[in-house]
């Protein structure tokens, strides 16, 4: 069977940037490690004056350039779309599944695909809190349910999504959470100096001050550790508060910024740490809470949006509702306070880790999808020809 993704590929695979290249470049290897698919990737990179074809772990890459008017507009009708729909069509797939945003408005093309739902730009641009957010997440919220309803076949990463798309799509509904690294399932947990982790954009949406109030807090209140901060700003207005914040409560010591960090070093720092924090306003499936988990570490996550679906309360780690920094600064103490407890929820996450996100069974599942649509989509073409 050939099968075309449609995926963000990092230029550098064993170096992904953020959370749909982590989970591509995971399932591309081990579906390419099948022997009955013959996996393609496809991918679009600004600034790239041709196509460009590699080789990757089993799969082969092509990267296309794209292009340069605003995604809204070129997933609707831009040139990129163009480009892309005629690659695609080129290559003869026997089934395309699509990852990235474009994906949502190639629910019209006349051959089998599954579109697997990541997020929700509508959402993260209100959390974001960024420019023109009101109008900007009005018109994602548009594309969005316009592309869902195309849609035949749907890939649902948490129960989180499945709830959320339901009404906006008549496809049927595939459940499959993302996969993870093999390598963090081998980290060694051995944890020092009680590091609280946080891991992602420094921005309103991943609610990084809010990390930081709640740290202060924990502090001041009797708790020793550090507080171990891992990305970067989206904007420089952001990171100053950041920084303000950390002086303000006289923290400079015991709070480390390492901006953007590798694979390899996020490993190296979650085998180090006591507990991962994540106390976001909108996610669905967070990279980091599943490479916590599978790193064997516990986990201090938001009771909202998909999260809860990830976290299971006081045995895996608890659940805080993020804008209460007297709630999230007591579940950090417990944790900072408590290494053994912190040990055995951490354990208790990679039991449920190694079950829900190992790259076998979550491309094991994936396959079965892939022939379920081949088969669906040939029925309905047969029937299509004799009615």
Same mark, same amino acid.
């Given at each position: ?20 290249e ?21 991918t ?14 089993g ?15 070129d997933?609707l009708c ?13 290559? @003869?797939?026997?089934? *395309? #599944?699509?990852?990235?945003? %474009? +994906? /949502? ?117 009797g ?15 952001? @990171?100053?508060?950041? *920084? #303000?914040?950390?002086?303000? %409560? +006289? /923290? ?13 070093r996020l490993m ?16 669905n ?17 938001s ?85």
């Open positions: 069977m050939k099968v075309v993704l449609f995926t963000r590929y990092p230029p550098t695979p064993q170096n992904p940037r953020g959370g749909v982590s989970v591509a470049v995971v399932l591309v290897r081990a579906l390419a490690a099948m022997n009955d698919l013959d996996v393609h990737v496809v679009l990179e600004q600034g790239r004056a041709a196509v460009v074809v590699e080789t990757h772990d799969a082969t890459v092509h990267r296309l350039s794209d292009s340069r008017w605003p995604q809204i507009c997933v831009g040139p990129g779309r163009h480009r892309l729909i005629e690659y695609i069509l080129a290559l @003869q797939p026997d089934i *395309l #599944h699509s990852h990235e945003t %474009h +994906g /949502l408005m190639l629910g019209d093309l006349p051959i089998p695909q599954v579109f697997t739902v990541h997020g929700f730009d509508a959402e993260n641009l209100s959390a974001d809190a960024a420019r023109f957010a009101g109008l900007r997440s009005r018109l994602w919220g548009m594309v969005e349910r316009r592309g869902l309803a195309r849609q035949r076949h749907i890939i649902s990463i948490t129960p989180y999504v499945r709830r959320r798309i339901e009404p906006m799509t008549h496809a049927t509904i595939h459940d499959i959470e993302n996969p993870v690294d093999e390598r963090f399932f081998a980290v060694i947990p051995a944890p020092r100096d009680q590091r609280v982790l946080c891991v992602g954009w420094l921005n309103e949406r991943k609610n990084t001050l809010g990390a930081i109030e709640s740290f202060a807090l924990a502090v001041s209140c708790a020793s550790g550090t507080l171990v901060i891992a990305g970067q700003a989206k904007e420089s207005s952001y @990171q100053q508060k950041v *920084l #303000h914040t950390i002086a303000r %409560h +006289g /923290l400079t010591d015991r709070v480390e910024l390492l901006g953007h960090i590798d694979h390899v190296e720092e979650l085998g180090k740490s006591t507990v991962l924090l994540l106390p976001s306003r909108q996610e499936s967070p990279m980091a809470i599943a490479e916590a988990m599978a790193a064997g570490l516990p986990v201090i996550a009771n909202c949006c998909g999260m809860p679906y990830m976290v299971t309360e006081n045995q895996t780690g608890f659940l805080i509702d993020p804008e209460d920094v007297g709630q999230i600064s007591d579940r950090l103490t417990r944790f900072l306070k408590d290494p053994a407890t912190a040990r055995q929820m951490g354990l208790a996450g990679r039991r449920m880790a190694e079950q829900r996100f190992a790259p076998r069974q979550v491309s094991e599942q994936t396959r079965l999808v892939y022939r379920d649509v081949v088969s669906a989509h040939a029925r309905f073409n047969h029937e299509y020809v004799n009615s």
